[in-house]
């Protein structure tokens, strides 16, 4: 992704293929980040970061995984 990493959304490791087909079919630009391995806490959480982008298409965003998003550390 060019853009810098702007927030993300975490979801179950079963979810990610389905999130990705309405991203996708939304040509929504997003990449996915694997969980540590070495963590037991949260290792089959994945999350799909976002860049920056307009109103509009945030409320789209927030709309399929219905609630707000995580600000990206940076």
């Known amino acids: 992704m060019k ?28 990449v996915i980040e694997t969980p540590v391995a070495l963590l037991a806490n949260g290792a089959n959480q994945y999350s799909f970061v976002f860049p920056n982008m307009p109103g509009k298409l945030y409320a789209m965003v927030s709309k399929l995984f219905q609630g707000d998003a995580h600000p990206y550390p940076q």
């Open 3 to 30: 853009s810098s990493k702007s927030f993300y959304y975490t979801v179950d490791q079963s979810m990610v293929d389905e999130y990705k087909k309405m991203l996708d079919l939304m040509k929504i630009p997003y």
